[in-house]
């Protein structure tokens, strides 16, 4: 079965920090794009930031540039997002997703295909 | 403020058919292809058109997804009790080098 699994949601103080993972199993990890995309309590959902299949390319949205890091580990099947400086306005729910490809002749953008059930970040003193 | 415009709200009786409308520029919408998603009240996003008017298997046919020009939309026909849901649209924006959403549209099945 096709899985992600986000852990490491929780209470933090404002300016603090907080690593949040996404663990995959059922499909080949290593040859996925992931992306990170929030969802603030009762708000839209929000893209943060996604990564390339070996890791060679990362891009953010402007707000979390400089305070957040994307990365994965192929060899654990795992995301990762490290989250520093956090903001009250960082408070959301986190899901990881799988950045599919598709190929048809050239290759061409599939979509978000595969979500995990989230988790929950909440920054407030 | 979204950079891909949506609106808030759309409603229809079951059976009737709604378009949901997604207005975005030439840096977004204009160059890329469009994306739908459908999230159900406490569950996670779920794929619901790619390549702007293409569904993933499993989709049913009562939904449809169109492009012109900066602006997309889609279509539910046979509108069902279950659709009840929010609706986003998404697409690559070259500009901010980043992946944005619509503010979502609530539809309401009356």
């Known amino acids: 079965e096709v899985q992600l699994v986000e852990s490491g949601g929780g209470l933090v103080q404002p300016g603090g920090s907080l690593r949040l993972s996404c663990a995959a199993s059922?499909?080949?990890?290593?040859?996925?794009?992931m992306s990170w995309v929030r969802q603030a309590p009762g708000k839209g959902l929000e893209w943060v930031a996604n990564?390339?299949?070996?890791?060679?390319?990362?891009n953010y949205v402007g707000s979390v540039k400089g305070r957040f890091t994307i990365s994965k580990d192929n060899a654990k099947n795992s995301l990762y997002l490290q989250m520093n400086s956090l903001r009250g306005e960082d408070t959301a729910v986190y899901y990881c997703?799988?950045?599919?490809?598709?190929?048809?002749?050239?290759?061409?953008?599939?979509?978000?295909?595969?979500w995990g059930q989230g988790t929950t970040v909440t920054v407030s003193s | 403020q979204s950079v891909l415009t949506q609106p808030p709200s759309a409603s229809g009786t079951p059976g009737q058919r709604v378009t949901i409308s997604c207005s975005g520029s030439?840096?977004?919408?204009?160059?890329?292809?469009v994306n739908w998603y459908q999230q159900l009240p406490e569950t996670a996003p779920k794929l619901l058109i790619y390549s702007n008017n293409q569904r993933p298997s499993g989709v049913p046919d009562r939904f449809s997804g169109s492009k012109s020009g900066s602006s997309a939309s889609l279509a539910i026909s046979g509108l069902q009790s279950e659709d009840e849901a929010y609706y986003y649209c998404a697409t690559w924006d070259d500009s901010l080098n980043a992946r944005v959403f619509g503010g979502g549209t609530k539809l309401t099945v009356l």
């Open positions: 990564i390339k299949q070996d890791g060679s390319e990362k």
């Open positions: 059922g499909f080949t990890f290593s040859n996925s794009w």
């Open positions: 030439s840096s977004n919408i204009g160059s890329n292809t």
């Open positions: 997703a799988r950045d599919r490809w598709g190929f048809s002749g050239s290759y061409y953008y599939y979509g978000m295909d595969v």
